[in-house]
C-alpha cells in the first residue's frame, strides 16, 4: 500500500506544478457556472436546489476528465518515464491505484471549488443540504467512472490524442445511454438493447443521486465499474508498457 | 563468490524478431561488467528483462536470488536501474524527484533525507537541488537518474549508459564513482565507448545480434587484435562484411 501513497502524492502534485491544475479548475468552474445560471435557468426556475448544475456536470466532465486521463500513461510513455516508474519496487497495480486515486483527488478539489453555489443557494433560499451533498457525491462518482475508463484507455495507446478521443467517446456512450432520445430510439428498434443502455446509463444514477437518493444499488454499480476498469487498467499496463 | 546477477538462457521476442537470443551469463560482487554492443544488438532490452520491465519471452533472470518475473518487487528491491536516457519527470525538483524514488523504495523520514542527501553528494548534485529537472543540462539530468538508482544503496547495479551525454570531467567523475562502489556491489553498466570498458571494468560481455559473442576481461579482448576497435568490429559485424 505504500506504492500507492507514493505515487498519488507525486501524481497529485505534479497537477499543481503544471498550469493542468489551474486550466482545468478555471473552465471547470466557469463554463459549470455559466451553464448552471443560463441553460439551466437557475434564478427563473425559482427553487432552492443545485438540480441544474448537477444535470451539466456529466456532460462537462466528459470533455474534461478525458482531457486529464489521456495523459496519465501517455505522457508516461512519452518521457520514458514509465521505465522508471515501473522499476521501482512497486507493484503495477499501486501505481495503476495511486494515479487513478490523484486524479480522482484532482476532480474531487475541482468539484468543492464550486462551493459559492451552495453558499448563493442558501442564501436565497433554505435548500436541502443533504439533497445537494447527496449530489456531489453523485458527480465524484460520475468523475471516478470517467476517469477509470479514460485511464485504462489511456494505458492501451501511445497517443495522447487516440487516447483523449475514445475516451470522449466512452465517456459520451455512458452519459447519453440514458438520454430519453437514445432509450426511446433503442426501445423502438432493439429493445433488449435499451436494457443495456439504461443499465450503463450514468445520468440515470447521477439524477437518483441528486434528489437525494443514495441507493446501495448505485453504489456498488460505480464501485464494480471502477474496479473492473483498474483491473483492465493493469492489464493492459503490464501488456504494452514496453512497446 | 555469489553471483548476484544470475541470467539464464534470457530470450526476448517482439513478433518474428529475436532481440535477445539465449543470454546467459552471472555477475557476482565485486565484479563491474561492461555490457558492449552495436545499437540495436539486445543491451537495452537485456537491461529491461533484468529490471523487470520487459517480460522474458524465455529464460530466467535473477537478481539476489529472486526472480524478476515471480518475484518482480522483491528483486527490483535489491536493485539499482538507470534506464536508457536517464527519464526524470520534468516539472519535479531534483530534490523532490529524489523523494519520491527513495519513498517508493520504502524510506521515511530522517533516513529518506540522510539517503537522497547522501545520493546527491556522491553525484555533486547539491548546487541545483531545488531547481526543476526540466531547466537542467543533460550532463545533470543524467546525474540525477543515477542519483535515483544509487539513493538506497543497492547490492546490485544495472547502468544503461551512465557516461552519455557527460563531459570528460563528468565522465571521469562516474568513472571514479563506479569503481569506488565496485567491491561492494555487482554492477552491470552498458556502453558503446570502448575505452570505458578498459578504464572501469572487470569483464566485459559482447552482445551482437542478441546473442553473446565475447565474455572475458578487458585486457584480453584488447589483446586479440591490434585494437579495441578493431576486436569490436570482428565480432559484432556479420562475418562476410568482416
Known sequence: ?243 | MTALIEIERLTKRFGAFTAVDDVTFSVAKGEVVGFLGPNGAGKSTTMRMLAGFVTPTAGTARICGDDVVDKPVAARRHLGFLPEGAPTYPEMSVTGFLEFCARARGFRGSELADRVAHAMQLTQLEGVRLQPVETLSKGFKRRVGLAAALSHDPPVLVLDEPTDGLDPNQKHEVRNLIRAMAPEKAIVISTHILEEVGAVCTRAVVIARGRVVADTTPAELAARGPSMDAVFRALTLPREAA
Open chain 1, 1 to 243: 500500500m505504500g506504492g500507492v501513497v507514493t505515487v498519488f502524492r507525486r501524481e497529485l502534485a505534479s497537477y499543481f506544478a503544471t498550469p493542468v491544475a489551474t486550466v482545468f479548475i478555471v473552465i471547470f468552474l466557469v463554463l459549470s457556472g455559466a451553464l448552471t445560471f443560463t441553460l439551466g435557468n437557475f434564478f427563473a426556475r425559482g427553487q432552492a436546489d443545485l438540480g441544474p448544475f448537477f444535470t451539466f456536470v456529466p456532460w462537462l466532465f466528459l470533455f474534461l476528465v478525458p482531457a486529464l486521463t489521456m495523459r496519465l500513461w501517455a505522457e508516461e510513455r512519452r518521457l520514458g518515464t514509465i521505465e522508471l516508474l515501473l522499476t521501482l519496487p512497486i507493484a503495477q497495480w499501486e501505481a495503476v491505484v495511486g494515479k487513478f486515486l490523484a486524479a480522482w483527488m484532482f476532480c474531487t478539489i475541482a468539484l468543492s471549488l464550486t462551493f459559492p453555489l451552495v453558499i448563493t443557494v442558501n442564501v436565497l433560499g433554505t435548500p436541502d443540504n443533504g439533497v445537494i451533498l447527496s449530489g456531489y457525491l453523485g458527480c465524484v462518482m460520475v468523475a471516478g467512472a470517467f476517469l477509470a475508463v479514460g485511464a485504462a484507455i489511456s494505458a492501451m495507446t501511445k497517443n495522447q490524442v487516440i487516447a483523449f478521443v475514445l475516451a470522449v467517446a466512452a465517456c459520451f456512450f455512458l452519459t447519453a445511454a440514458g438520454s430519453p432520445v437514445v432509450s426511446e430510439f433503442l426501445s423502438q428498434r432493439v429493445p433488449q438493447m435499451a436494457e443495456v443502455a439504461r443499465a450503463v446509463s450514468i445520468t440515470d444514477r447521477l439524477a437518483g443521486f441528486s434528489r437525494g437518493v443514495i441507493s446501495a444499488r448505485d453504489i456498488v454499480f460505480f464501485a464494480s465499474f471502477i474496479g473492473f476498469f483498474l483491473f483492465a487498467n493493469t492489464v493492459a499496463v503490464d501488456q504494452r508498457k514496453a512497446d
